[in-house]
């Protein structure tokens, strides 16, 4: 097995009687993210893997190697745990392509195993034998197709269990809202502590209302003058009122003045 780029290059066939000869690349898995699921000295990561590769395929290829505890595929190399859904329907594309897979053993020696694998193009990895064949793409379309016939029944019920673990879940989410409503603060803040992974700050109306309350009054306070048409007429009406009064004022004075002025010649 030949090394390219920090990758073990394994000559790989479909089956003993294939003629064509694939490439996997393989590496062991190290992230700085570390995912439970994956865990290292224990999974093997593996690049170029066909389409027609499924989980059975790639546990019944490696397990020369070891007991392979789990299979994870994906579209690109990610450290994000696998996302598992439960349900039958309301699933993800499937991936379209070549794809990357995420071989789990369950001690580390299979991984080591896998690893010092010594495979040449005249004695290839053989992925399939005749106890576990790999599907042809006829059979794979067939499967396909049935796979998107939708069982009525089936879904409803689906659906039906869903929506009432979603009923339960927000009753209690609101109830839990209800009983920290009363410890608000005046002006509507509480003091939140870390529970759980997601600790978040749920927001009623009654917070809403008083923070708005809150806002509008320092609004109020810096709220600009002369901004609006009719506050800069007025503003300009009340400066020329002054004026004017402050020119009879002075008038006045000087007529005052002129009156009491008296003529003296020497």
């Known amino acids: 097995m030949e090394e390219c780029v920090g990758f073990k290059v394994l000559p790989v066939k479909v089956n003993e009687n294939s003629k064509a000869i694939r490439h996997l690349f393989l590496k062991m898995h190290i992230t700085r993210d570390k995912c439970a699921q994956k865990p290292e000295y224990q999974t093997l990561f593996v690049v170029g893997v066909p389409e027609f590769c499924n989980q059975k395929t790639m546990k019944h290829a490696f397990r020369r190697c070891g007991k392979v505890k789990s299979v994870y595929f994906h579209n690109e190399p990610t450290p994000i745990e696998p996302e598992i859904l439960p349900s039958k329907y309301f699933i993800p594309k499937s991936i379209k392509g070549f794809k990357v897979a995420y071989v789990v053993f369950a001690h580390t020696s299979g991984l080591e195993n896998a690893m010092s694998l010594k495979c040449t193009e005249s004695e290839p990895f053989i992925l399939s034998t ?38 339960k879940t927000s009753a209690a989410r609101i109830q839990t809202e209800k009983e920290t409503v009363d410890n608000e603060d005046e002006d509507g803040w509480k003091t939140v502590t870390k529970k759980g992974r997601n600790p978040g700050f749920a927001r009623k109306e009654a917070i809403k209302n008083n923070i708005m309350k809150n806002e509008s009054k320092k609004k109020v306070k810096k709220t600009l003058k002369n901004f609006y048409r009719f506050q800069i007429k007025e503003t300009k009406i009340n400066q020329l009122m002054e004026l004017r009064n402050k020119f009879d004022n002075d008038k006045s004075k000087i007529e005052l003045l002129k009156q009491s002025r008296k003529f003296k010649p020497f």
């Open 130 to 167: 005749q106890s576990a064949p790999i599907t042809n793409i006829v059979n794979r379309w067939c499967e396909n197709y049935n796979d998107n016939i939708v069982d009525e029944k089936e879904l409803q019920l689906e659906i039906d269990t869903y929506m009432s673990k979603y009923d």
